[in-house]
């Protein structure tokens, strides 16, 4: 059963879907359930739970009834964190699928004698966290 798990509302489906579809296999073993590149949805399980889904942004304020609303621009709100066991190999595998660099790997002994982190932002921006401890 799944509790709870995020679904990412994005303007490019198929730009999104190419680097989720790589990343969440690869990095935490999530598996593709439903969907495609052609969209609008597509979701990722880890084990028998829903890890991630995506969902056309478009679509979503069409059902919504939200598409004339102007679009928020503001400091981040929301932020993926996703523990890894290997923080710089996560960071190169998603700057080589198209993440933006924000913060490379760093060892954050403030939030943990082992922590260490680095940060990305996905195709639309979205704000993901890689760490280990």
Same mark, same amino acid.
């Given at each position: 059963? $799944?509790?709870? %798990?995020? &679904?990412?509302?994005?303007?490019?489906?198929?730009?999104? =879907? &190419?680097? %989720? $579809?790589?990343?969440?296999?690869?990095?935490?073993? +999530? /598996?593709?359930?439903?969907?495609?590149?052609?969209?609008? %949805? #597509?979701?990722? $399980?880890?084990?028998?739970?829903? +890890?991630?889904?995506?969902?056309?942004? *478009? !679509?979503? *304020? !069409?059902? !919504?009834?939200?598409?004339?609303?102007?679009?928020?621009?503001?400091?981040?709100?929301?932020?993926?964190?996703?523990?890894?066991?290997?923080? #710089? +190999? !996560? /960071?190169? =595998?998603?700057?080589? &699928?198209?993440? /933006?660099?924000? #913060?490379?790997?760093? $060892?954050?002994?403030?939030?943990?004698?082992?922590?260490?982190?680095? /940060?990305?932002?996905?195709?639309?921006?979205?704000?993901?966290?890689?760490?280990? %401890?």
């Amino acid at each position: 059963m $799944d509790a709870m %798990y995020p &679904r990412l509302l994005v303007a490019d489906f198929a730009a999104s =879907f &190419r680097f %989720y $579809d790589a990343f969440l296999p690869k990095l935490i073993g +999530a /598996h593709l359930t439903k969907g495609g590149e052609e969209g609008p %949805y #597509a979701s990722w $399980d880890l084990g028998e739970e829903g +890890a991630v889904s995506m969902l056309d942004r *478009a !679509a979503m *304020a !069409a059902l !919504a009834g939200t598409a004339d609303l102007p679009q928020p621009v503001s400091q981040d709100s929301t932020m993926l964190v996703c523990r890894v066991p290997d923080v #710089a +190999a !996560a /960071h190169a =595998f998603c700057l080589a &699928r198209g993440a /933006h660099d924000v #913060a490379g790997p760093t $060892d954050r002994p403030d939030w943990g004698p082992t922590c260490r982190t680095a /940060h990305v932002r996905d195709p639309e921006g979205r704000l993901l966290e890689f760490q280990s %401890y």
